[in-house]
């Protein structure tokens, strides 16, 4: 069984930061591509970034020159530095996994922890 757990989101006014951190459980020996998505009320759920295993991000364009992406592919976790935040930026934000080995094999398929919310209001 996979468990990703995420922690770090909060109330922050706009134009300061958060740090999202969100660990794999101890079973999995590898990740293939880590990410955060988000979702705001009444709105789907969206890609905030991504790193594969080899350190290639990808970033939504609302996002780009703000967040940052990084993982520790040793401990298997990943966070998100979000700086110059905004009201819009406003959501829940999932840590996703795709792709990962257990001593059983590989699953190609997704995971999600449980979300974590982001206020940015003043």
């Known amino acids: 069984q996979v468990q990703l757990v995420e922690s770090g989101g909060g109330l922050v006014q706009p134009g300061g930061s958060l740090r999202l951190s969100c660990a794999a459980s101890?079973?999995?020996?590898?990740?293939?591509?880590m990410g955060w998505y988000r979702q705001a009320p009444g709105k789907q759920r969206d890609l905030v970034a991504t790193?594969?295993?080899?350190?290639?991000?990808n970033y939504a364009e609302s996002v780009k020159g703000r967040f940052t992406i990084s993982r520790d592919n040793a401990q298997n976790t990943v966070a998100l530095q979000m700086n110059s935040l905004k009201p819009e930026d406003t959501a829940v934000y999932y840590c996703?996994?795709?792709?990962?080995?257990?001593?059983?094999?590989?699953?190609?398929?997704?995971?999600w922890g449980q979300g974590t919310q982001v206020t940015v209001a003043s």
């Open positions: 101890r079973n999995i020996f590898s990740i293939n591509t």
């Open positions: 790193i594969t295993r080899g350190g290639i991000t």
């Open positions: 996703n996994l795709r792709g990962h080995y257990r001593a059983s094999g590989y699953y190609p398929g997704d995971y």
